[in-house]
């Protein structure tokens, strides 16, 4: 099964995709747009073109556990994006997902703007790699 996620973000967001497999994830690539509508569109075309078949988003549990405001706006990213694709959604839980995206930038000396470009790639691909080891089957 072919799945996209989404590191969802105020002006960029990162996408990722898996091997049909289910096995490995890999960044595909960073939009960088913040009308959610627009974002949606853009997002529903990626899905279409890769063969999509679901949808994780990850969401920014608050590291007490709880949902803050952003959890809500993933949450209608990912209704809009159930609505516009017809695709199943999922929810990810991306606690420190950035922070350790720009470590592993880091350590493989990506610097300046190009890690301003590819942090939320990354990001979406450790979304999408803790979805899939915890539904491995």
Known sequence: MIIMSVDYGDKRTGVAFCDPGGTLASPHCVV????LPKLVDKLSVIAAQKSA???VVGMPVNMDGSRGF???EC???GRLLGEKTGLEIAYEDERLTTVIAHDVLSANN?????????VDAVAAVLILQ???DKNKK
């Open 70 to 72: 952003r959890c809500d």
């Open 110 to 118: 990506v610097r300046g703007k190009k890690r301003k470009q590819s």
């Open 130 to 132: 803790s979805y899939l």
């Open 32 to 35: 960088t747009e913040s009308y």
């Open 53 to 55: 078949e679901k949808i």
């Open 75 to 77: 949450l209608e990213l």
